[in-house]
Protein backbone atom coordinates (compact mmCIF):
# COMPACT_ATOMS: atom_id res chain seq x y z
CA UNK A 1 0.00 0.00 0.00
CA UNK A 2 1.92 3.28 -1.25
CA UNK A 3 2.37 6.18 1.20
CA UNK A 4 -0.53 8.32 -0.82
CA UNK A 5 -2.78 5.76 -0.57
CA UNK A 6 -2.09 5.82 3.92
CA UNK A 7 -2.06 10.06 3.45
CA UNK A 8 -5.64 9.56 1.40
CA UNK A 9 -7.46 7.55 3.61
CA UNK A 10 -6.55 9.52 6.64
CA UNK A 11 -7.96 12.71 4.88
CA UNK A 12 -10.82 10.81 4.29
CA UNK A 13 -11.72 10.21 8.21
CA UNK A 14 -12.89 13.51 7.92
CA UNK A 15 -15.99 12.87 5.43
CA UNK A 16 -18.29 9.69 7.21
CA UNK A 17 -20.04 7.76 5.20
CA UNK A 18 -23.65 8.46 5.31
CA UNK A 19 -25.53 5.50 4.29
CA UNK A 20 -29.07 7.12 3.84
CA UNK A 21 -27.49 8.62 0.88
CA UNK A 22 -27.10 5.63 -0.81
CA UNK A 23 -25.55 6.21 -4.29
CA UNK A 24 -25.12 10.26 -3.74
CA UNK A 25 -22.86 10.27 -0.56
CA UNK A 26 -19.64 12.14 -1.64
CA UNK A 27 -18.08 10.56 1.38
CA UNK A 28 -18.51 7.16 -0.42
CA UNK A 29 -17.47 8.23 -3.83
CA UNK A 30 -14.28 9.21 -2.89
CA UNK A 31 -13.08 6.02 -1.08
CA UNK A 32 -14.30 4.36 -4.03
CA UNK A 33 -12.33 6.69 -6.53
CA UNK A 34 -9.65 6.26 -3.95
CA UNK A 35 -9.68 1.91 -4.05
CA UNK A 36 -10.24 2.17 -7.76
CA UNK A 37 -6.32 4.28 -8.62
CA UNK A 38 -4.45 3.33 -5.70
CA UNK A 39 -5.59 0.40 -3.47
CA UNK A 40 -5.50 -2.72 -6.21
CA UNK A 41 -2.34 -5.04 -6.10
CA UNK A 42 -1.35 -3.67 -9.82
CA UNK A 43 -1.20 -0.38 -9.12
CA UNK A 44 -0.57 1.74 -12.75
CA UNK A 45 1.49 4.72 -13.42
CA UNK A 46 0.46 7.26 -11.53
CA UNK A 47 0.33 11.14 -11.40
CA UNK A 48 2.55 12.38 -8.41
CA UNK A 49 1.72 16.00 -8.97
CA UNK A 50 -1.58 15.64 -9.58
CA UNK A 51 -1.94 13.54 -6.54
CA UNK A 52 -0.46 16.28 -4.50
CA UNK A 53 -2.72 18.71 -6.38
CA UNK A 54 -5.87 16.63 -5.47
CA UNK A 55 -4.75 16.00 -2.40
CA UNK A 56 -4.00 19.87 -1.51
CA UNK A 57 -7.88 20.68 -2.99
CA UNK A 58 -9.76 17.95 -0.73
CA UNK A 59 -7.65 19.00 2.24
CA UNK A 60 -8.48 22.87 1.46
CA UNK A 61 -12.20 21.49 1.28
CA UNK A 62 -11.60 19.43 4.88
CA UNK A 63 -10.59 22.14 6.71
CA UNK A 64 -13.15 24.92 4.90
CA UNK A 65 -10.63 27.63 4.12
CA UNK A 66 -12.61 29.13 1.50
CA UNK A 67 -15.33 30.33 4.49
CA UNK A 68 -13.03 33.02 5.24
CA UNK A 69 -11.15 33.52 2.01
CA UNK A 70 -14.42 33.94 0.24
CA UNK A 71 -16.91 35.24 2.68
CA UNK A 72 -20.75 35.83 1.26
CA UNK A 73 -21.51 39.22 0.08
CA UNK A 74 -25.15 39.48 0.94
CA UNK A 75 -26.62 39.25 4.13
CA UNK A 76 -29.98 37.78 2.92
CA UNK A 77 -28.04 34.97 0.78
CA UNK A 78 -29.97 31.84 1.80
CA UNK A 79 -27.10 30.43 3.67
CA UNK A 80 -26.98 33.12 5.80
CA UNK A 81 -30.55 32.97 6.18
CA UNK A 82 -30.65 30.04 7.79
CA UNK A 83 -27.84 30.86 9.89
CA UNK A 84 -30.07 34.01 11.22
CA UNK A 85 -33.32 31.82 12.22
CA UNK A 86 -32.17 30.11 15.56
CA UNK A 87 -32.22 33.92 16.48
CA UNK A 88 -35.39 35.02 15.04
CA UNK A 89 -37.43 31.46 15.77
CA UNK A 90 -37.54 29.52 19.53
CA UNK A 91 -36.67 25.91 19.00
CA UNK A 92 -39.85 24.97 19.41
CA UNK A 93 -40.89 26.34 15.84
CA UNK A 94 -39.12 23.98 13.95
CA UNK A 95 -39.23 21.41 15.96
CA UNK A 96 -43.64 21.44 16.02
CA UNK A 97 -45.11 24.38 14.74
CA UNK A 98 -43.36 24.30 11.11
CA UNK A 99 -43.61 20.77 10.47
CA UNK A 100 -47.37 20.71 11.63
CA UNK A 101 -47.63 23.95 9.20
CA UNK A 102 -46.25 21.98 6.64
CA UNK A 103 -48.38 18.75 6.65
CA UNK A 104 -51.26 21.00 6.82
CA UNK A 105 -50.74 23.19 3.63
CA UNK A 106 -48.64 20.27 2.04
CA UNK A 107 -47.15 23.61 -0.12
CA UNK A 108 -44.26 26.23 0.73
CA UNK A 109 -45.11 29.26 1.81
CA UNK A 110 -45.98 31.91 -0.75
CA UNK A 111 -43.58 34.82 -1.27
CA UNK A 112 -45.59 37.84 -2.61
CA UNK A 113 -43.57 39.20 -5.78
CA UNK A 114 -42.37 42.98 -5.46
CA UNK A 115 -44.56 43.47 -2.08
CA UNK A 116 -42.35 46.58 -0.82
CA UNK A 117 -43.00 48.53 -3.98
CA UNK A 118 -46.79 47.56 -3.85
CA UNK A 119 -47.09 48.92 -0.87
CA UNK A 120 -44.84 52.01 -1.48
CA UNK A 121 -47.46 53.13 -4.68
CA UNK A 122 -50.60 51.57 -3.24
CA UNK A 123 -50.29 53.62 -0.43
CA UNK A 124 -53.10 51.52 1.65
CA UNK A 125 -54.41 53.96 4.59
CA UNK A 126 -57.27 55.91 5.93
CA UNK A 127 -60.19 53.39 5.37
CA UNK A 128 -59.45 52.79 1.84
CA UNK A 129 -61.10 50.46 -0.16
CA UNK A 130 -58.49 47.62 -2.18
CA UNK A 131 -59.48 44.92 -4.74
CA UNK A 132 -57.17 42.81 -5.11
CA UNK A 133 -57.67 40.79 -8.66
CA UNK A 134 -55.97 38.09 -7.88
CA UNK A 135 -55.67 36.36 -4.53
CA UNK A 136 -53.53 33.90 -5.00
CA UNK A 137 -52.30 32.66 -1.76
CA UNK A 138 -53.03 35.97 -0.04
CA UNK A 139 -49.49 37.31 0.32
CA UNK A 140 -49.85 40.78 -1.22
CA UNK A 141 -53.25 41.13 0.23
CA UNK A 142 -51.82 40.42 3.98
CA UNK A 143 -48.92 43.03 3.08
CA UNK A 144 -51.62 45.31 2.72
CA UNK A 145 -53.73 44.30 5.83
CA UNK A 146 -50.78 44.69 8.04
CA UNK A 147 -49.94 48.42 6.74
CA UNK A 148 -53.16 49.64 7.77
CA UNK A 149 -55.76 48.84 10.25
CA UNK A 150 -58.32 50.38 8.67
CA UNK A 151 -58.03 49.53 4.90
CA UNK A 152 -60.75 46.92 3.57
CA UNK A 153 -59.59 44.71 1.28
CA UNK A 154 -61.75 42.98 -1.24
CA UNK A 155 -60.08 39.31 -2.38
CA UNK A 156 -61.01 37.88 -6.12
CA UNK A 157 -59.32 34.98 -7.06
CA UNK A 158 -61.51 32.58 -9.97
CA UNK A 159 -59.30 29.10 -7.89
CA UNK A 160 -61.80 27.91 -5.51
CA UNK A 161 -58.88 26.69 -3.18
CA UNK A 162 -57.43 30.66 -3.05
CA UNK A 163 -61.24 31.46 -2.52
CA UNK A 164 -60.79 29.27 0.99
CA UNK A 165 -57.59 30.74 1.94
CA UNK A 166 -59.43 34.31 1.07
CA UNK A 167 -62.38 32.46 3.42
CA UNK A 168 -59.45 31.57 6.41
CA UNK A 169 -58.18 35.45 6.19
CA UNK A 170 -61.89 36.67 6.62
CA UNK A 171 -61.96 35.35 9.97
CA UNK A 172 -58.17 36.06 10.52
CA UNK A 173 -59.00 40.37 10.27
CA UNK A 174 -62.82 40.10 10.56
CA UNK A 175 -64.74 43.21 8.37
CA UNK A 176 -62.08 44.11 6.97
CA UNK A 177 -61.69 40.97 4.40
CA UNK A 178 -64.53 40.26 1.53
CA UNK A 179 -63.67 37.54 -0.73
CA UNK A 180 -65.32 36.49 -3.67
CA UNK A 181 -64.92 33.96 -6.14
CA UNK A 182 -65.35 34.86 -9.87
CA UNK A 183 -63.14 35.67 -13.22
CA UNK A 184 -62.53 39.31 -13.68
CA UNK A 185 -65.25 38.99 -16.17
CA UNK A 186 -67.34 38.23 -13.57
CA UNK A 187 -66.09 40.92 -11.66
CA UNK A 188 -69.13 43.52 -11.66
CA UNK A 189 -72.00 41.00 -11.33
CA UNK A 190 -69.88 40.51 -8.33
CA UNK A 191 -69.59 43.87 -6.74
CA UNK A 192 -73.37 45.01 -7.75
CA UNK A 193 -74.64 41.85 -5.32
CA UNK A 194 -71.91 43.82 -2.73
CA UNK A 195 -73.97 47.41 -4.13
CA UNK A 196 -70.29 48.84 -4.64
CA UNK A 197 -70.70 51.05 -8.12
CA UNK A 198 -68.43 52.36 -10.40
CA UNK A 199 -65.98 54.88 -9.65
CA UNK A 200 -65.70 53.56 -5.75
CA UNK A 201 -62.71 51.79 -5.16
CA UNK A 202 -59.48 53.66 -3.88
CA UNK A 203 -56.57 50.81 -5.29
CA UNK A 204 -56.66 47.86 -7.76
CA UNK A 205 -53.88 45.36 -7.85
CA UNK A 206 -53.07 42.66 -10.45
CA UNK A 207 -50.59 39.98 -9.95
CA UNK A 208 -51.27 38.11 -13.16
CA UNK A 209 -50.43 34.51 -14.60
CA UNK A 210 -50.01 31.23 -12.46
CA UNK A 211 -49.97 31.38 -8.35
CA UNK A 212 -47.01 29.78 -6.62
CA UNK A 213 -49.48 26.99 -5.27
CA UNK A 214 -51.20 25.96 -8.76
CA UNK A 215 -47.48 25.17 -10.02
CA UNK A 216 -46.43 23.55 -6.54
CA UNK A 217 -49.30 20.82 -7.41
CA UNK A 218 -48.92 18.44 -9.48
CA UNK A 219 -52.27 17.74 -9.82
CA UNK A 220 -53.27 20.91 -11.12
CA UNK A 221 -50.64 20.02 -14.38
CA UNK A 222 -49.03 23.19 -14.85
CA UNK A 223 -45.63 22.17 -14.07
CA UNK A 224 -43.16 21.02 -16.01
CA UNK A 225 -40.78 19.23 -13.07
CA UNK A 226 -43.83 17.35 -11.46
CA UNK A 227 -45.86 14.60 -13.38
CA UNK A 228 -49.50 14.86 -13.24
CA UNK A 229 -52.65 15.32 -15.06
CA UNK A 230 -52.05 17.55 -18.15
CA UNK A 231 -55.22 20.12 -16.76
CA UNK A 232 -54.36 23.73 -16.42
CA UNK A 233 -57.13 25.43 -15.51
CA UNK A 234 -57.19 27.35 -12.57
CA UNK A 235 -60.87 27.04 -11.76
CA UNK A 236 -61.10 23.58 -12.85
CA UNK A 237 -63.68 22.52 -9.66
CA UNK A 238 -66.15 25.61 -10.25
CA UNK A 239 -66.18 24.65 -14.23
CA UNK A 240 -65.91 21.03 -14.74
CA UNK A 241 -67.21 21.69 -18.20
CA UNK A 242 -64.29 24.14 -19.54
CA UNK A 243 -61.89 21.52 -21.50
CA UNK A 244 -58.60 20.78 -19.95
CA UNK A 245 -55.45 21.04 -21.95
CA UNK A 246 -55.33 17.34 -23.02
CA UNK A 247 -58.86 17.16 -24.13
CA UNK A 248 -57.39 20.44 -26.50
CA UNK A 249 -54.55 18.49 -27.75
CA UNK A 250 -57.05 15.53 -28.31
CA UNK A 251 -58.98 17.43 -30.31
CA UNK A 252 -57.10 20.34 -32.11
CA UNK A 253 -55.75 20.39 -35.92
CA UNK A 254 -52.54 20.85 -36.52
CA UNK A 255 -52.49 24.44 -37.46
CA UNK A 256 -54.50 26.38 -34.71
CA UNK A 257 -52.15 24.14 -32.49
CA UNK A 258 -49.04 25.65 -33.71
CA UNK A 259 -50.57 29.40 -34.04
CA UNK A 260 -51.23 29.08 -30.34
CA UNK A 261 -47.83 27.92 -29.29
CA UNK A 262 -46.13 30.36 -31.55
CA UNK A 263 -48.06 33.62 -30.19
CA UNK A 264 -48.80 32.55 -26.61
CA UNK A 265 -45.45 31.12 -26.18
CA UNK A 266 -43.57 33.02 -28.72
CA UNK A 267 -41.65 29.40 -29.67
CA UNK A 268 -39.52 29.16 -32.90
CA UNK A 269 -40.41 25.21 -33.05
CA UNK A 270 -44.00 25.93 -32.70
CA UNK A 271 -44.58 24.03 -36.53
CA UNK A 272 -42.34 21.46 -35.40
CA UNK A 273 -44.26 20.65 -32.14
CA UNK A 274 -47.69 20.91 -33.21
CA UNK A 275 -47.01 18.31 -36.26
CA UNK A 276 -45.54 16.06 -33.13
CA UNK A 277 -48.25 16.12 -30.58
CA UNK A 278 -50.68 15.44 -33.72
CA UNK A 279 -48.74 12.73 -34.92
CA UNK A 280 -48.45 11.20 -31.54
CA UNK A 281 -52.07 10.91 -30.82
CA UNK A 282 -52.65 9.29 -34.07
CA UNK A 283 -49.61 6.90 -34.15
CA UNK A 284 -48.90 6.38 -30.48
CA UNK A 285 -51.19 7.81 -28.04
CA UNK A 286 -52.94 10.46 -26.53
CA UNK A 287 -50.92 13.37 -24.32
CA UNK A 288 -52.57 12.97 -20.74
CA UNK A 289 -49.82 13.61 -18.66
CA UNK A 290 -47.74 16.91 -18.20
CA UNK A 291 -44.28 14.50 -18.50
CA UNK A 292 -45.23 12.75 -21.87
CA UNK A 293 -45.81 16.38 -23.23
CA UNK A 294 -42.44 17.62 -22.05
CA UNK A 295 -40.87 14.70 -22.84
CA UNK A 296 -42.17 14.65 -26.41
CA UNK A 297 -41.38 18.38 -26.75
CA UNK A 298 -37.93 17.70 -25.75
CA UNK A 299 -37.34 14.85 -28.27
CA UNK A 300 -39.22 16.92 -30.84
CA UNK A 301 -36.55 20.35 -29.80
CA UNK A 302 -33.53 17.49 -29.97
CA UNK A 303 -32.24 18.00 -27.14
CA UNK A 304 -31.80 22.13 -27.45
CA UNK A 305 -30.21 23.94 -24.13
CA UNK A 306 -32.34 27.01 -22.87
CA UNK A 307 -31.24 28.82 -20.22
CA UNK A 308 -33.43 31.70 -18.22
CA UNK A 309 -32.56 34.87 -17.34
CA UNK A 310 -30.42 33.39 -14.26
CA UNK A 311 -28.59 31.54 -16.51
CA UNK A 312 -29.78 28.64 -15.27
CA UNK A 313 -31.24 25.44 -17.40
CA UNK A 314 -34.59 25.86 -18.71
CA UNK A 315 -36.99 23.05 -19.82
CA UNK A 316 -37.39 23.67 -23.81
CA UNK A 317 -41.20 22.99 -23.33
CA UNK A 318 -41.52 25.95 -20.75
CA UNK A 319 -43.19 27.97 -23.66
CA UNK A 320 -45.30 25.59 -25.04
CA UNK A 321 -46.97 24.95 -21.04
CA UNK A 322 -47.14 28.50 -21.05
CA UNK A 323 -49.32 29.04 -24.47
CA UNK A 324 -51.13 26.31 -23.37
CA UNK A 325 -51.76 27.45 -20.24
CA UNK A 326 -53.40 31.24 -21.44
CA UNK A 327 -55.36 29.62 -23.93
CA UNK A 328 -56.88 26.81 -21.96
CA UNK A 329 -57.59 30.08 -19.06
CA UNK A 330 -58.85 32.89 -21.96
CA UNK A 331 -55.92 34.60 -19.76
CA UNK A 332 -54.91 37.67 -22.33
CA UNK A 333 -59.25 38.31 -22.78
CA UNK A 334 -59.68 38.09 -19.06
CA UNK A 335 -56.74 40.38 -18.65
CA UNK A 336 -57.86 42.96 -21.10
CA UNK A 337 -61.24 43.26 -19.50
CA UNK A 338 -59.72 43.06 -16.20
CA UNK A 339 -57.92 46.55 -17.21
CA UNK A 340 -61.33 47.99 -18.89
CA UNK A 341 -63.18 47.45 -15.42
CA UNK A 342 -60.04 48.55 -13.41
CA UNK A 343 -60.59 52.05 -15.15
CA UNK A 344 -64.32 51.94 -14.19
CA UNK A 345 -64.36 51.20 -10.91
CA UNK A 346 -61.49 53.42 -9.31
CA UNK A 347 -62.54 56.92 -8.48
CA UNK A 348 -60.25 59.78 -9.71
CA UNK A 349 -57.06 59.63 -8.08
CA UNK A 350 -57.25 55.81 -7.30
CA UNK A 351 -54.26 53.79 -7.87
CA UNK A 352 -53.74 51.13 -10.10
CA UNK A 353 -51.02 48.40 -9.27
CA UNK A 354 -49.88 45.61 -11.95
CA UNK A 355 -46.97 43.05 -11.82
CA UNK A 356 -47.10 41.36 -14.95
CA UNK A 357 -44.46 37.85 -16.02
CA UNK A 358 -44.62 38.38 -20.34
CA UNK A 359 -44.84 40.47 -23.09
CA UNK A 360 -47.89 39.54 -23.75
CA UNK A 361 -49.71 40.49 -20.32
CA UNK A 362 -47.27 43.09 -19.93
CA UNK A 363 -47.98 44.66 -23.75
CA UNK A 364 -52.06 44.96 -23.13
CA UNK A 365 -51.21 46.86 -19.77
CA UNK A 366 -49.13 49.10 -21.17
CA UNK A 367 -51.22 50.21 -24.18
CA UNK A 368 -54.40 50.66 -21.66
CA UNK A 369 -52.30 52.79 -20.04
CA UNK A 370 -50.79 55.37 -22.80
CA UNK A 371 -54.25 55.14 -24.43
CA UNK A 372 -53.71 53.04 -27.70
CA UNK A 373 -57.27 51.12 -27.36
CA UNK A 374 -59.70 50.43 -29.82
CA UNK A 375 -63.48 50.07 -28.85
CA UNK A 376 -61.90 48.87 -25.53
CA UNK A 377 -59.69 46.10 -26.38
CA UNK A 378 -55.66 47.06 -26.59
CA UNK A 379 -54.73 47.95 -30.08
CA UNK A 380 -52.51 44.98 -31.65
CA UNK A 381 -50.52 47.50 -33.21
CA UNK A 382 -48.10 49.49 -31.39
CA UNK A 383 -48.74 54.07 -31.49
CA UNK A 384 -45.39 54.20 -33.14
CA UNK A 385 -46.28 51.82 -35.87
CA UNK A 386 -50.07 54.11 -36.54
CA UNK A 387 -49.88 56.32 -39.05
CA UNK A 388 -51.23 59.42 -38.08
CA UNK A 389 -51.13 60.72 -41.66
CA UNK A 390 -54.46 59.05 -42.01
CA UNK A 391 -55.91 61.25 -39.49
CA UNK A 392 -56.88 64.80 -40.74
CA UNK A 393 -58.82 65.89 -37.82
CA UNK A 394 -57.17 67.47 -35.14
CA UNK A 395 -60.21 66.29 -32.30
CA UNK A 396 -59.42 62.13 -33.89
CA UNK A 397 -55.85 62.16 -33.48
CA UNK A 398 -55.64 64.20 -29.77
CA UNK A 399 -58.49 61.49 -28.85
CA UNK A 400 -55.91 59.05 -29.97
CA UNK A 401 -53.45 60.25 -27.79
CA UNK A 402 -55.48 60.66 -25.10
CA UNK A 403 -55.15 58.15 -21.70
CA UNK A 404 -57.19 58.55 -18.49
CA UNK A 405 -53.93 57.43 -16.85
CA UNK A 406 -50.95 59.32 -15.23
CA UNK A 407 -47.95 56.53 -14.79
CA UNK A 408 -46.49 57.34 -11.30
CA UNK A 409 -43.16 55.95 -12.90
CA UNK A 410 -40.89 56.83 -15.55
CA UNK A 411 -39.41 53.32 -16.49
CA UNK A 412 -40.82 49.94 -16.10
CA UNK A 413 -39.92 48.68 -12.41
CA UNK A 414 -38.26 45.44 -11.89
CA UNK A 415 -37.52 43.07 -9.17
CA UNK A 416 -34.11 44.04 -7.09
CA UNK A 417 -31.64 41.57 -7.42
CA UNK A 418 -31.63 40.53 -3.82
CA UNK A 419 -35.38 39.71 -4.20
CA UNK A 420 -34.87 37.59 -7.30
CA UNK A 421 -32.13 35.66 -5.53
CA UNK A 422 -34.25 34.87 -2.33
CA UNK A 423 -37.34 34.33 -5.11
CA UNK A 424 -36.34 33.20 -8.15
CA UNK A 425 -39.85 33.41 -9.57
CA UNK A 426 -39.86 37.25 -9.56
CA UNK A 427 -37.54 37.07 -12.55
CA UNK A 428 -39.43 37.98 -14.89
CA UNK A 429 -41.95 40.26 -12.90
CA UNK A 430 -42.50 43.78 -14.60
CA UNK A 431 -44.18 46.37 -12.43
CA UNK A 432 -46.43 49.35 -13.27
CA UNK A 433 -48.42 51.86 -11.25
CA UNK A 434 -50.36 54.22 -12.31
CA UNK A 435 -52.91 57.18 -11.10
CA UNK A 436 -56.23 57.75 -12.97
CA UNK A 437 -57.29 60.74 -13.87
CA UNK A 438 -60.71 60.90 -15.24
Not at 329 to 344: H, K, Q, S
Amino acid sequence: MSNHYKKFLRLLEKWPVDKTKQGRDLGQHLRTSLEQILGGKNIVAVNNPKLDKQFQSLENLANNIYQQKYPPKRKNSRTMLLRRCPSFFPQRYFSNVLPNLQKECGKKLHVPVMANETIEYLKPNDNRVIIDMTFGAGGHTRRILEESKTVKVIALDRDPFAYKLAKQMEEEFPGRVFPILGRFSELPTLLTQMRIPQNSIDGILFDFGCSSMQFDDHERGFSISKDGPLDMRMDRDRCPDQPTAAQILAKIDERDLAKIIKYYGDEKHAKKIARAIVDARYSVKRIETTRELADLVHATCGGEVRMDKLNRSSHVATKTFQALRIFVNNELNEINYGMVLAERYLKIGGRLITITFHSLEDTIVKRHLVGNIIDDMANPMSLKFTSHMLCHDKAQIDNLLDTNWQQLHKHVIVPRFEEIEDNPRSRSAKFRAALKLK
